[in-house]
């Protein structure tokens, strides 16, 4: 019988070019997939190069192709808004690259104060950024499974602990933090890790349009930041790349705040 994969990892076994790769003590197939949501642009293009550097693969579904395509990366366009669409795509990428690793990353936010949140807006922020970690990794369970073997990471957000015009978003990264905790009691037992990484203000293209650099408000963030400055999407595919790790095994159902020190002292979650 076939010993699962996370016994496997640390048997000794020759090397044939281009058959695997060793790294830390482990043992990999190279170019073995990786499924990334929402991994064309900001964080998830960070976390999509920190894979490909990782010697994975790739495979990214996103509304629109990366503007910047990675050696032996995949891309399938998919629009999480659409249950349908969405259930096609990660069936395709389920059998034609069996992903063994999940970043749940994708994610749209509708700023707004309380009365100025529409329940359509509260469904459309739900949908995507609560549905399409679901459907994910339900689609990719029967891979880990049979392997022995999975790493899930979902990308929740500093703003689950509570941030002001974030009713819906708020909402939605507390239920992916949730759903963290939740599948790794359930996938614990198989092999399975489920963690989440919570980024703090984070200077992707889309902040840097909504804050310059030189205004006061963008000042103001930084200066609320223990660190002093705003993290980069690197920072938060650095932590991600260690969830994601072989040897992160004995690591589930925890939450890494990538926020430069902002969390410190706020309740944990």
């Not at 790739?58 to 629009?79: G, T």
């Not at 929740?156 to 978003?169: D, I, N, Q």
């Not at 002093?228 to 040897?247: M, Q, S, W």
């Not at 004995?250 to 410190?264: I, K």
Request: net charge positive.
């Amino acid at each position: 019988m076939r010993a699962p994969h996370h016994l496997r990892l640390g048997v000794p076994m020759p090397m044939g070019a281009g058959s695997a790769a060793q790294a830390g003590g482990t043992i990999r197939m190279q170019h073995e997939a990786i499924l990334i949501t929402g991994g064309a642009g900001g964080i998830g293009r960070a976390i999509a190069r920190r894979a490909a550097e990782a010697g994975w693969r790739p495979v990214i579904l996103d509304l629109h192709a990366p503007a910047d395509p990675l050696p032996n990366e995949v891309f399938i366009r998919c629009d999480f808004a659409d249950t349908a669409q969405a259930r096609a795509a990660l069936a395709e990428a389920a059998t034609r690259h069996a992903p063994r690793r999940l970043v749940n990353n994708v994610g749209i936010v509708r700023p707004a104060l309380l009365e100025d949140t529409s329940v359509e807006d509260l469904a459309a922020v739900l949908d995507v950024n609560l549905r399409s970690a679901i459907l994910a990794a339900q689609a990719l369970l029967p891979v880990m499974r049979d392997a022995g073997f999975g790493r899930i990471v979902n990308i929740a957000s500093r703003a689950a602990l509570g941030k002001e015009l974030r009713t819906a978003y708020a909402a939605s990264k507390a239920g992916l933090i949730g759903l963290t905790r939740t599948w790794a009691l359930e996938l614990a037992g198989q092999g399975i890790t489920v963690n989440a990484i919570g980024p703090g203000p984070i200077a992707t293209d889309l902040f840097r349009r909504a804050n310059p650099d030189n205004s006061p408000k963008t000042r103001a963030i930084i200066e609320g930041v223990p660190v002093k400055r705003l993290g980069t999407p690197e920072d938060v595919a650095h932590g991600c790349a260690f969830f994601l790790d072989d040897r992160a095994g004995f690591v589930t159902g925890q939450v890494v705040y990538v926020c430069g020190g902002m969390t410190v002292g706020m309740a944990p979650m």
